[in-house]
């Protein structure tokens, strides 16, 4: 069996839908279609969320009045007159009708994931409607009848397979399911998600529940390239990467993968390909188990870092200091992303400011912290980067005039770090794409 998902642009237009239903008919081999909610949409729930939580609930109304309008328009176009458009006007005007009662109850933070799955279970209900127009034999599957976290947000994995393996077996005539990425149940049975971007760990996930052959991610480029496409104009795809290489772009600000999608796949050895819908012929990027040729392959950025340095020459050098200063990150389940020493300071980089606070004042015993917000982290990820001749010095040498505020390298063969301010990224990225890579 094999896991095709498809995400928002792919899905966001009704001629898109019409091109994934093309895709996924291509063949009769078994499969599982994991789609994300049209292009647009979960940022339109966000904003409906945050207006809720402000108390402006006529801006709130009108947000969901435009997008209901939108959903309306999409199905008149996806679907031809008949029962499947009926079905599929029945479908938006309930769930709108859920908005419009989330407008007249208290509004928290439960209620909040309640509004942003909204996105997923519109998208798949109405592709369903539509492949059924079109006699495509299929079922929908609730992904929150098996897709869960635990307390620590994070997925189970044992309990995901027994659920879905139990409904593939009752629906075993079945050679097609589409179901929602992104929405889950939390530890509490509430509606939950897996963060923004999400479907592609939602992919990942089935995949490695259910031993797929292969989990396609189909998006609108043609595989992961070798810098940011958003930044740097002239980038180029990647023909093969390792779960390695891909995981670490993927943590370090690849958008084109979530941050965690990779470990499901490669704990389970599921190859991963990155594929264009757009372009469905064009060869995009696979990534495997095999370890690809050394240096350089690909340069990522992640925005929203919080660079905090804690100076103290007199507790640095003594044992159990940075157990100390850890457990405050622990404590606050706040991960950290680099981390640098020197004789009297010790430099770490977090990417979420929700404790920050709190962890500054219970570093402030240890000695002076110092704490720069903005910062980027751009890292080079390749394969044993230090043995190719001459890499580290073509990547210094590229940095001249850029104000680096923490490297990091021995962590992983794969991977040189570096927290630059937020306004040198664009900088920084433009050269390093020449210095590493001539382009
Ligand atoms: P989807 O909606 O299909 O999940 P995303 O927008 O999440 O698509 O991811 C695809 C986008 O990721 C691309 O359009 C591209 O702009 C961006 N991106 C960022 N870094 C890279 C990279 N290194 N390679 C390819 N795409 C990247
Ligand atoms: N719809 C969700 C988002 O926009 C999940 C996804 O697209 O992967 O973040
Ligand atoms: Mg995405």
């Given at each position: 069996m094999k896991i095709m998902k498809f995400g928002g642009t792919s899905v966001g237009k009704p001629e898109r839908m019409h091109q994934v239903k093309d895709l996924i008919t291509r063949d009769n081999d078994p499969k599982i279609v994991v789609l994300s909610a049209l292009s647009g949409t979960t940022n339109t729930l966000v904003s409906i969320g945050e207006a809720c939580a402000q108390g402006e609930k006529g801006r709130a109304k009108e947000v969901i009045d435009q997008l209901e309008k939108h959903y309306h328009a999409f199905v008149a176009e996806l679907l031809k007159p008949g029962p499947a458009l009926d079905k599929a006007k029945h479908i938006v005007s309930e769930h709108f009708e859920f908005l419009n009662i989330i407008l007249k109850i208290s509004f928290n933070e439960a209620l909040n994931k309640d509004i942003l799955a909204q996105g997923e279970l519109l998208s798949t209900k109405l592709f369903s409607c539509y492949l059924e127009q079109e006699g495509v034999l299929h079922k929908l599957l609730p992904a929150l009848e098996f897709m869960s976290i635990d307390s620590?947000?994070?997925?189970q994995v044992a309990a995901i397979k027994i659920r879905l393996s139990m409904l593939l077996e009752e629906n075993k005539h079945i050679p097609l399911f589409v179901t929602q990425g992104y929405i889950c149940r939390n530890a509490r049975g509430e509606i939950d998600n897996?963060?923004?971007?999400?479907s592609d760990y939602t992919a990942s996930l089935v995949a490695a529940a259910i031993q797929a052959s292969v989990c396609e991610i189909w998006t609108d480029?043609?595989?992961?390239?070798?810098?940011d496409p958003r930044i740097v104009d002239k980038t180029v795809p990647i023909d093969v990467l390792s779960f390695d290489e891909a995981a670490e772009l993927a943590y370090f600000g690849?958008?084109?993968?979530?941050?965690?999608?990779?470990w499901p796949a490669q704990h389970y050895n599921v190859p991963v390909k990155l594929l264009n819908t757009m372009q469905p012929d064009a060869r995009g990027t696979i990534i495997q188990e095999t370890t690809t040729a050394s240096g350089p392959r690909a340069v990522a950025a992640k925005d929203g870092i919080i660079a905090i340095k804690i100076k103290s020459s007199r507790m640095l050098?003594?044992?159990g200091f940075l157990r100390k200063i850890f457990e405050v990150f622990e404590k606050y389940r706040t991960p950290i992303d680099m981390v640098t020493t020197s004789e009297v300071a010790v430099s770490l980089t977090i990417?979420?400011?929700?404790h920050l606070s709190d962890i500054i004042k219970e570093l402030e015993p240890f000695g002076t912290v110092e704490v720069d917000e903005n910062q980027t982290i751009i890292s080079v990820v390749g394969?044993?980067?230090?043995?190719?001749?001459g890499t580290l010095t073509r990547l210094f040498d590229a940095l001249t005039g850029v104000p680096v505020r923490m490297v990091s390298f021995?962590?992983?063969?794969h991977n040189v770090s570096l927290v630059v301010p937020a306004e040198h990224k664009k900088k920084t990225l433009q050269l390093l794409n020449k210095g590493l890579f001539g382009l």
């Open positions: 620590y947000d994070e997925p897996l963060k923004r971007g999400g480029i043609d595989g992961m390239h070798n810098n690849a958008k084109i993968l979530h941050p965690a999608s990779i050098l003594a044992y990417d979420s400011k929700e394969n044993e980067l230090a043995e190719e001749s021995g962590g992983s063969p």
